[in-house]
């Protein structure tokens, strides 16, 4: 079935780096969304991105993050600087859209680490 | 807004028997409801999604009715087993291209 890829897989950073997540969407989706699940938690929303444009963001979503896709290649989401309550696992998600907007194909995570 | 609202915490089972986890929502459209399972360090993964004809979803055992009288979409299942011990999500999408929004998730642990 289709794959969203998600580059690392796990990253240890030290506090206050900066580190970039990627991930390459389903090849025909249009939209693409970022959540975070902390250990043992549940799945929470950050982003979601459509043309070029962050859509909608929650509260979670600090001014330290930021997201785009730069000439259709890797989605991103950078954060700059990070924090230790940013230790997580962060799921890229896409999504083609429309009558399948809520089906969502999403990727192994990405484990990151700050200390 | 949107919202949808799950049975809290852990729900515990012995394998065999029969599987229901609540999920109802709130929208003021027709929305489409989806339940993903997400496995232990995996990534969620969609089960089922609600069909606009009134057919019921069916994927590995599990099923789910969309009820718009009671705006409820519960997923059920008639026996456990114990590779359905996982955490368990309920969405729901506006089909008009808004970020769909996930219940906070019901884990489900069967034992032996």
């Known amino acids: 079935g289709p794959k969203v890829l998600q580059i690392p897989s796990h990253q240890i950073i030290d506090m206050g780096q900066m580190v970039t997540l990627n991930c390459d969407p389903v090849?025909?989706?249009?939209?693409f969304y970022w959540y975070k699940q902390i250990l043992g938690q549940q799945m929470e929303f950050l982003v979601n991105?459509?043309?070029?444009?962050?859509?909608?963001k929650s509260k979670l979503f600090k001014d330290q993050f930021s997201v785009e896709r730069p000439d259709g290649s890797y989605f991103t989401l950078k954060i700059q600087p990070t924090a230790l309550e940013d230790s997580a696992v962060y799921f890229c998600?896409?999504?083609?859209?429309?009558?399948?907007?809520?089906?969502?194909?999403f990727g192994e995570g990405s484990k990151l680490t700050v200390l | 807004g949107d919202s949808v609202t799950q049975t809290e915490g852990l729900v515990t089972l012995t394998e065999g028997l029969p599987v229901m986890l609540n999920c109802t929502y709130q929208?003021?459209?027709?929305?489409?409801l989806f339940w993903y399972v997400q496995h232990l360090n995996e990534a969620p993964k969609l089960l089922l999604k609600?069909?606009?004809?009134?057919k019921r979803p069916e994927h590995q055992g599990f099923h789910a009715t969309l009820h718009k009288s009671s705006s409820s979409f519960h997923l059920q299942k008639s026996s456990a087993q114990l590779s359905d011990s996982a955490l368990y999500y309920c969405?729901?999408?506006?089909?008009?291209?808004?970020?769909?929004?996930f219940g906070a998730g019901t884990k489900l642990s069967v034992k032996p």
């Open positions: 969405a729901l999408s506006d089909g008009d291209n808004n970020a769909p929004r």
């Open positions: 991105f459509y043309n070029g444009k962050v859509m909608e």
């Open positions: 998600a896409s999504s083609l859209g429309g009558r399948d907007t809520g089906q969502l194909y």
């Open positions: 090849s025909n989706h249009l939209y």
């Open positions: 929208s003021t459209y027709s929305p489409f």
């Open positions: 609600s069909f606009t004809d009134n």
